[in-house]
């Protein structure tokens, strides 16, 4: 047996580190869409991120799903994929983005709560600490002089973080009876089936698309929605879901990072302490790390990594 595997410190790390790939992904995606991607057409892109390529996911990993799993991929893919987008567009068209993404940033308090309902997973109050203190280092990270609340696009907000909370949360509890790609390309299918005739009717006929746009759906589609969504939900089925909702406010950070280097957008002291505190909650709240600092006063010896897996 490997260190890796005998180890589950290390085991815990590498899964979390995996599942923090997908945020910071998806975090890219903001220069790429707004750079690359046809303009005004958000609803179009979320369509083309999950239909084509979850087909393509598909066609490597062709079984269809059985029984009860048409109504469950329908509906996994509809609350992760399809009412997020719609709700996240109409969100994003009613408030300034960053009140939006500091809305959304509350998604790992939902989390944690929705996984203690559906899973058991009881939150500990460090986690809900560390996600309220994340959640007030997005909002000194992105919040900007046109703050606004619209009471349409926070319903909307609020109801892309309960839709995706319930989706990821349910993801933990159905066990499909096959692999996780095939699975991940079960709920992009159906999550782009929903999106599609919404485009459609909100946003008219796709729109051309030049070299540079199916470049940016290539990366959008292949890191930001197969790698990133597979990481993720490998990360959700292994891990407590704490543990890995706080790993998803590294999505404005990410985007403030790739921002600051590639659009040159500015970065001043508040935007450094917001994202000091957005990762100082996602450590301090980490099970792993409450559990390391407990331990020593409870157990000793091998007992303490039995414990560590078991936090």
Request: aromatic share 10%; net charge positive; charged share 10%.
């Amino acid at each position: 047996m490997s260190s890796m595997e005998s180890n589950p410190t290390a085991r815990w790390g590498t899964t979390l580190g995996l599942a923090a790939l997908a945020p910071i992904a998806w975090g890219s995606g903001y220069y790429v869409t707004e750079t690359y991607l046809p303009p005004d057409r958000p609803l179009f892109g979320a369509m083309v991120r999950a239909l084509p390529f979850g087909l393509l996911l598909l066609a490597f990993r062709p079984r269809l799903p059985t029984g009860v799993w048409w109504w469950r991929a329908l509906l996994l893919g509809t609350l992760n994929i399809g009412a997020f987008f719609v709700l996240i567009f109409v969100a994003a068209y009613r408030l300034p983005g960053g009140t939006a993404a500091t809305l959304t940033a509350t998604a790992p308090i939902m989390i944690m709560l929705v996984a203690w309902g559906l899973v058991r997973e009881r939150p500990r109050v460090a986690s809900l600490a560390g996600a309220a203190v994340g959640a007030v280092g997005v909002a000194l990270l992105v919040l900007r002089a046109d703050f606004a609340v619209d009471p349409v696009g926070v319903a909307a907000s609020f109801g892309a973080v309960a839709m995706s909370s319930l989706g990821f949360v349910l993801v933990k509890r159905w066990q499909p009876p096959v692999d996780l790609l095939t699975f991940t390309a079960w709920q992009l299918v159906a999550g782009g089936l929903v999106l599609l005739p919404v485009a459609l009717l909100v946003e008219g006929a796709p729109p051309p698309l030049d070299a540079p746009a199916v470049g940016g759906f290539l990366y959008l589609g292949l890191v930001g929605t197969i790698l990133a969504y597979v990481v993720w939900f490998r990360g959700l089925r292994r891990l407590p879901a704490a543990a890995v909702s706080l790993v998803g406010l590294l999505n404005p950070v990410s985007g403030t990072l790739i921002g600051i280097a590639l659009a040159g957008e500015a970065f001043g002291a508040t935007q450094a302490l917001g994202m000091l505190l957005v990762l100082g909650g996602i450590v301090a709240g980490q099970p792993a790390v409450t559990g390391r600092l407990r331990l020593p006063a409870r157990v000793s010896g091998p007992t303490r990594e039995t414990a560590l897996s078991r936090s």
